[in-house]
């Protein structure tokens, strides 16, 4: 059962949090029913994202073992076999489809996109330089999307932007993190091909833009008329500082700690991130629901 939850990767099940940000920003964080709708998206994904761990380590079984530390994957390093994988995957498939019985045909929709997109991006299109990043991109919006789909919400533009930067600057940073991992251009096109049309000085460029993005929509997102009108305040301005240091704080942990290749491990284990994810939370959900 450790090599399965290994293959499902479970560490990076937190990225799937993101679906439960329209049920913070929605006024409905306390109400039962739209809580356990949220809770049902999130385990959704989490299955929808094994799932596509498990065919993107099968479609990356060479190129991983040549990867100084995704060679240890369990596909890659023979721990499972491709047949008793692809059988796992079938497994997680025919719960999802269960699943999804109990949402509404935007969800499903949402859910059928996100599993497509990284289906092609596995195969095809991590192979295309920027096209790659934005993919991941793609990913992370689209759970947040789901997750108002799943309750049945709008979301604002601004947060949407926020989400879409947010995304293209943790996928940024991981190509960097790659580039500095893998010194030698030539094991990077066989570990990764698309490493080869990066360069350090190209990725730094597009981290700034990105963080750069984060900060300033999200600011908007907190003036915003729509916002101040929603939440009966003006204070959400006040949460966008956890939101700078978390863009710098990553930046940091990436330049000059050399982390950064896996989002998740950071998220869980760099105590001043840790914090500083749980002040925004609580600040947030103070601030939002002590006006109701």
Known sequence: MKKYLKLFRVAQWIKNTFVFV?????????HPGYLLKSFGAFVLFCLLSSIVYIINDIADIEADKLHPIKKNRQIA???????????????????????????????????????SINIL?????????????????????????AGAYAIEVETSSWLILTTMFVSLFLGVMKRRSELKLISNGDDAKFTRKVLAHYSSTFTDQMATVAAAGVIVCYALYTVAQRTVNLFGTENMIYTTPFVVFGIFRYMYLVYLVEKGESTSEIMITDMPMIINLTLYILTTTLIIYSEI
Do not use: C, E
């Open 121 to 145: 991006y596995s195969y095809r299109l991590k192979h295309i330089v920027i096209l790659d990043v934005f993919l991941i991109a793609a990913g992370f919006m689209l759970r947040v999307m």
């Open 77 to 115: 390093s023979g721990k499972i076999s491709k047949v008793s994988a692809l059988n796992a995957a079938a497994v997680l498939t025919v719960i999802v489809l269960l699943l999804l019985q109990i949402f509404n045909v935007k969800f499903m929709l949402t859910a059928a996109a996100y599993l």
């Open 22 to 30: 329209p049920l913070l920003f929605s006024l409905n964080l306390f």
